[in-house]
């Protein structure tokens, strides 16, 4: 990666604006406040910031996070520059496709294997662990400060995207360079406490049970669970609350692969799977969407039963 563009760019740019993708997570918003943070301690610049959907409540202890816009803020706005965080596609920019569209500059920064290099200016490495990691290389390769609050930004997107460091995006690298963070002022009990231990009620009920209706295939290999929107009503649930449990069906020691459909409307679903063994960004792929190996989700355009049988096809011709 040409790392002197990033400067380039940044210093030729008038007005800029940072994207994170739609239904947002840690890493995207945490690396969507400490890259703000970077441009606003290095440039002298203060950058905008849009997200799409909802800013779980877990994250609003994030620095900046509170000058972050919704799209319908900003629409009429036209930027030198617009920077797309975590975004693997840029139909994940969600209703800020038009902004980043219609910018003069379009920057990618990401960790997806499956980002084709969508921007003007790209600094995608897909071994990284999170969009967080690629903006710390940025960083310190062209000594940039990283003061205590976009230390935080950036320990957030390491620590949820790696699963509190147990998944296989975990090296040593990646703890090294948190070990750094922690060094320029990020709190990792505070982080994890904000992350791991404030959900809301409602979102601990759903999930409660979403587990006790998780069904099973293939000798328990599959685990998977049917989120409907009447679901959703019953728990008073956000968008958001179905984080993690894709993640807490593939922690059961049978499970290969497990996924969590949840109903958009009565002829569109949104899946997101998991796995220990399989490549499920390539099961992904074939209803349009893509991720990592171990994680990633895809929008299948069929009602949630109807969905839910065609990828339990896919993932079916794979582990047999």
Do not use: W
């Not at 997101?272 to 299948?300: E, P, Q, W, Y």
């Amino acid at each position: 990666m040409d790392f002197k563009s990033f400067k380039e760019t940044i210093e030729n740019a008038s007005s800029i604006i940072i994207i994170s993708h739609v239904n947002p997570d840690g890493d995207t918003l945490g690396s969507m406040c400490a890259l703000y943070g970077i441009i606003k301690d290095n440039f002298n610049k203060i950058p905008d910031m849009v997200y799409n959907g909802i800013i779980p409540e877990i994250y609003n202890f994030l620095p900046a996070i509170k000058q972050a816009k919704k799209t319908s803020e900003i629409q009429n706005k036209n930027y030198d520059l617009a920077i797309a965080i975590d975004i693997a596609a840029k139909d994940r920019t969600g209703d800020s496709f038009p902004i980043f569209e219609n910018a003069k500059i379009k920057m990618n920064i990401d960790h997806h294997k499956t980002n084709n290099g969508y921007g003007d200016v790209n600094f995608v490495n897909g071994d990284a662990c999170c969009a967080g990691e690629v903006l710390f290389d940025i960083a310190q390769q062209l000594g940039l400060v990283i003061n205590k609050e976009t230390a935080t930004g950036l320990y957030t997107a390491f620590l949820t995207d790696t699963g509190c460091f147990r998944y296989e995006n975990t090296c040593a690298q990646t703890l090294q360079k948190s070990a750094k963070l922690i060094e320029y002022g990020a709190n990792p009990s505070e982080i994890s406490r904000y992350c791991y231990e404030s959900k809301p009620r409602n979102m601990v009920l759903l999930h409660a049970h979403c587990m006790v209706n998780a069904k099973f295939e293939n000798n328990n290999k599959i685990a998977y669970v049917l989120i409907t929107n009447k679901d959703m009503e019953k728990f008073h649930a956000k968008n958001d609350y179905t984080e993690g449990i894709v993640e807490e069906l593939r922690r059961m020691s049978t499970t290969e692969v497990s996924f969590v459909l949840k109903e958009v409307d009565e002829n569109t679903t949104k899946a997101s799977l998991r796995s220990k063994t399989i490549d499920v960004s390539n099961i992904a792929g074939i209803f349009g969407g893509g991720g990592h190996t171990f994680a990633a989700g895809c929008t299948i355009r069929k009602p949630v039963d109807i969905a839910c049988n065609k990828l339990l096809e896919e993932i079916q011709k794979v582990l047999n």
